[in-house]
């Protein structure tokens, strides 16, 4: 985990379009209790929620693979905890019958 913490991220879930803080740019830091990470807003430091522990899998996988990444990681909760730019969606298993 610690290799997230301070990583900016940005925020894409459905609660940052309703209710967006600045520019929906956040940062990680330590968690608390069951949570893995905070995500707080990099410009007034507010709270914006917990980093989701699929996402926080996700990252460590991405940075392991590529290194810190260049530009911010979108956190989204659609269709997973974290969408990768270009966003991998899975395609439609078909039935087998073909
Ligand atoms: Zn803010």
């Known amino acids: 985990m610690t290799e997230l913490l301070g990583l ?30 905070e995500l707080r807003c990099a410009r007034c430091d507010a709270h914006r929620g917990w980093l989701p522990k699929q996402a926080a899998r996700t990252l460590r996988d991405v940075i392991a693979l590529y290194g810190p990444p260049q530009e911010p990681p979108v956190i989204s909760n659609y269709p997973t905890a974290l969408v990768i730019d270009p966003p991998v969606l899975l395609e439609n298993v078909n039935d087998g019958d073909q």
Do not use: Q
């Open 8 to 37: 900016l991220v940005r925020l894409e879930r459905e609660t940052d379009w309703r209710k967006p803080c600045h520019d929906n740019l956040a940062i990680i830091y330590e968690g608390a209790g069951p949570h893995i990470g």
